[in-house]
């Protein structure tokens, strides 16, 4: 898994002002909780956290904090809506050895059938796993599948030591047969009529009648 040591600081001020300048200084307000511990309220730098999380959003992040040091996961990450700076994260701390519920990313490897469509039904697993040994991903393998084969959750293949969260019947990718042209064509007219649309009827042009010969003189 992804690991990344970033330097933390303990924020004194609180409030919506304390924030923005946190931000200013191109730092991000966090919090810190878990183990029963009260919360930490935490500066972060900004670009330091944003390059560590480009490895995943389960990167195990190792806090320099006050002399010491704190092993953490991200648990919520607020954006802004527009520039996409970061505003707020949350933070679970966590301990070696111990178990944390995690979604770790589906990737797709290899081809099905030619005439097959693929429908990914699940982008993500919800597993059980070890907080220094979280999966970066989870490799499903779909050569060869025909139409109407499906992978479901529990049978992808998980490391030793992650258990699976679920219903291990849910499919996570399905081959699906191409449509043909008459049933996109009968999409296309249904969705036309549920936004109002309504298709011009094609109209007959009447044939001309030829020309009468010109009359000899």
Not at 66 to 76: F, Q
Not at 108 to 128: A, F, K, M, N, S
């Amino acid at each position: 898994m992804a690991e990344a040591r970033i330097d933390a600081e303990t924020r004194t001020e609180f409030g919506k002002g304390a924030a923005r300048r946190t931000r200013r200084a191109g730092k991000i307000p966090a919090v810190l909780y878990g183990h029963g511990t009260a919360p930490r309220h935490l500066a972060l730098p900004a670009r330091e956290f944003g390059h560590a999380i480009k490895a995943g959003a389960n990167t195990l992040l190792t806090l320099q904090l006050d002399g010491g040091s704190e092993l953490a996961l991200p648990k919520a990450i607020q954006r802004h809506p527009i520039r996409g700076d970061f505003e707020h994260v949350d933070l679970l701390l966590v301990r070696s050895g111990e178990k944390v519920t995690v979604e770790v990313r589906v990737a797709l490897t290899g081809e099905p059938t030619r005439e097959g469509l693929i429908d990914q039904q699940l982008v993500r697993l919800t597993v059980e796993a070890e907080a220094t040994h979280i999966p970066d991903h989870f490799e499903v393998d779909i050569s060869g599948l025909e139409i109407g084969d499906n992978v479901t959750a529990g049978a992808v293949s998980l490391p030793s030591g992650t258990t699976l969260v679920g219903d291990p019947e849910q499919v996570v990718v399905a081959v699906l047969a191409a449509p043909t042209a008459e049933q996109l064509e009968a999409e296309l007219a249904g969705a036309e009529a549920e936004a109002g649309i309504e298709r011009d009827e094609p109209t007959e042009v009447a044939e001309e009648a030829p020309a009468a010969p010109a009359a000899e003189e």
